[in-house]
T-cell receptor
């Protein structure tokens, strides 16, 4: 089976840096994705790591270590609008549907 | 370019009724997936369709069914609604095999 674990809640101050961790257990692996979801909204794609290392997209970076089955999302220069839920997700290549399996999400609260 | 569009945005149904949710994928996308997101949880995979054929099915009862039309739009049907079916139903489209999926804004279903 597949499972992903991430912290349920993280609080940080505006302008700071925060890291959201994700560990996964999958029978196969085809990359780790990160999604942001504001209350009442749809998940929006943030980042994807298919290989080990760091991917940077503006204020957001994502890291993957396949040997450790571990990844993280790094948010820099936090803004109030970054308050949202963040989900890590994997896609199982052994399944022809390529379905996404999501973690339960990390709720980020950015304080002034 | 229009993103994934879903209708209706909100719906209230009574236990035992059935519901049909609709989704139009991003132009050019031939794959549509449906996810259920219960409050406080990550999205859970229900179905994926590609070229009108079911490619995958999640762990949902037979009360849930779906289909994809020649124009690649899709319907999700749920029969004999239960209170536990109350959730945000998300539709996602993709070019099959890519890591990025665009999600619609979802249909918020409330069963009373």
């Amino acid at each position: 089976g597949q499972s992903l674990e991430q912290p349920s809640e993280v609080t940080a101050v505006e302008g700071a840096i925060v890291q959201i961790n994700c560990t996964y257990q999958t029978s196969g692996f085809y990359g780790l994705s990160w999604y942001q979801q504001h209350d009442g909204g749809a998940p929006t794609f943030l980042s994807y790591n298919g290989l080990d290392g760091l991917e940077e997209t503006g204020r957001f970076s994502s890291f993957l270590s396949r040997s450790d089955s571990y990844g993280y999302l790094l948010l820099q220069e936090l803004q109030m609008k970054d308050s949202a839920s963040y989900f890590c997700a994997v896609r199982d290549p052994m399944d022809s549907s390529y379905k996404l399996i999501f973690g339960s999400g990390t709720r980020l609260l950015v304080r002034p | 370019d229009a993103g994934v569009t879903q209708s209706p945005t909100h719906l209230i149904k009574t236990r035992g009724q059935h519901v049909t949710l609709r989704c139009s994928p991003i132009s050019g996308h031939k794959s549509v997936s449906w996810y259920q997101q219960v409050l406080g949880q990550g999205p859970q995979f229900i179905f994926q369709y590609y070229e009108k054929e079911e490619r995958g099915r999640g762990n949902f009862p037979d009360r849930f069914s779906a289909r994809q039309f020649p124009n690649y739009s899709s319907e999700l049907n749920v029969n004999a609604l239960l209170l536990g079916d109350s959730a945000l139903y998300l539709c996602a489209s993709s070019l099959l095999g890519t890591a990025i999926e665009g999600f619609g804004q979802g249909t918020r279903l409330t069963v009373v």
